[in-house]
């Protein structure tokens, strides 16, 4: 199969490389310029938890283009949040007929996400990875599952496709019936998340301070009625943040799931990302209703974001 990443970002990366593994030929679309400044090769410190947990270290030799070439037989769109507008506008044109799999954090309607494509040529999903890359170096890694949407009427030829390509690369889907209740809630998990960043200085950061995670719960509960507001119902994870008690929530993550050498830290120790999107995105939807967001609001003083709102 002949798979284009647009973007030539962490999750695309990862990904690809996994993809080529599995025998499939794959392309970065980039912006102008940035071919040169990427070069043709990036240094991967990257784990692939597909099968056990192995490290791979290499350097990778890519193919980048800064023209949409044709007869692609997959998309895979997976950029950073505020780009993705940009993103479906040049496509619209530029990909023809190509199926496109959107791999995305996405807090709007999925349907005005992506206009004007057609929601018929398009599915979402989300990676089951992370990290970030500096000085040319990919530092993360990625996990067996990732999130694919259950077919929706017209999208079953999609479905197949990106499931197939996803297996032959040894992955498994996790099914999801509901993809836009799933991404609002991952979308405020994650604003909860950046809240407690901006506050630390950093995603490493988050993890040296013990009340870190205690905050992100209660960062997730204010959030509860403008969740409620969309219509969106509380999956497992939200439920986690917002009914336990938040020092045994520091304590779960700090002990479990982040715990030190654990595949989950070290993707957050790894992310250089600049955090704030998120959480300004959610404050702006909370001002349409109403919403009071106290503890989002003061993670913004002193920043670049506080004007935006």
């Known amino acids: 199969m002949r798979i284009l990443f647009f973007g ?3 999750i695309s990366t990862q990904y690809a490389w996994a993809f080529e593994q599995a025998g499939h030929t794959v392309d970065f ?5 940035r071919k040169e400044t990427f070069g043709s090769s990036i240094e991967l410190e990257m784990w692939d938890a597909r ?4 490290l791979i270290k290499e350097s990778w030799n890519v193919k980048l283009h800064e023209e949409m070439l044709p007869n692609y037989d997959l998309i ?5 949040t505020e780009q993705l507008s940009e993103a479906v506008q040049f496509l619209s044109t530029a990909a023809g007929n190509t199926p496109i799999l959107i791999f995305n954090n996405i807090w709007q309607d999925l349907k005005s996400s992506i206009e004007p494509l057609s929601m018929n040529n398009v599915v979402f999903g989300f990676p089951g990875g992370g990290g970030g890359i500096a000085d040319n170096r990919l530092r993360g890694g990625f996990l067996k599952m990732i999130f694919l949407e259950k077919p929706r009427a017209g999208t079953e030829y999609v479905n197949q ?3 197939e390509c996803f297996e032959s ?3 498994k889907i996790s099914w999801v019936k509901d993809m836009q209740n799933w991404l609002w809630n991952h979308f405020a998990m994650n604003a909860a998340m950046e809240t407690e960043v901006l506050k630390r200085g950093s995603f490493p950061a988050l993890l040296n301070h013990r009340d870190s995670f205690a905050n992100v719960g209660l960062n997730m509960r204010e959030m509860i009625p403008l969740l409620k507001a969309r219509g969106a119902k509380l999956d497992a994870i939200s439920l986690l943040l917002t009914k336990i008690p938040p020092v045994l929530l520091g304590t779960l993550f700090n002990k479990v799931i982040f715990v030190k050498g654990s595949l989950p830290r070290l993707f ?9 999107f998120a959480v300004l995105e959610v404050v702006r939807a909370a001002n349409k209703v109403g919403v009071p967001l106290p503890r989002l609001r003061l993670a913004f003083e002193n920043t670049e974001y506080a004007k935006e709102i």
């Open 8 to 10: 030539r970002g962490v």
């Open 29 to 33: 679309y980039v912006r102008k310029g």
């Open 51 to 54: 099968k056990g947990k192995k």
């Open 76 to 80: 895979i769109v997976s950029v950073n």
């Open 161 to 163: 496709l990106v499931k």
């Open 169 to 171: 690369a040894h992955f």
């Open 268 to 276: 957050v120790e790894y992310n250089n990302s600049k955090a704030g």
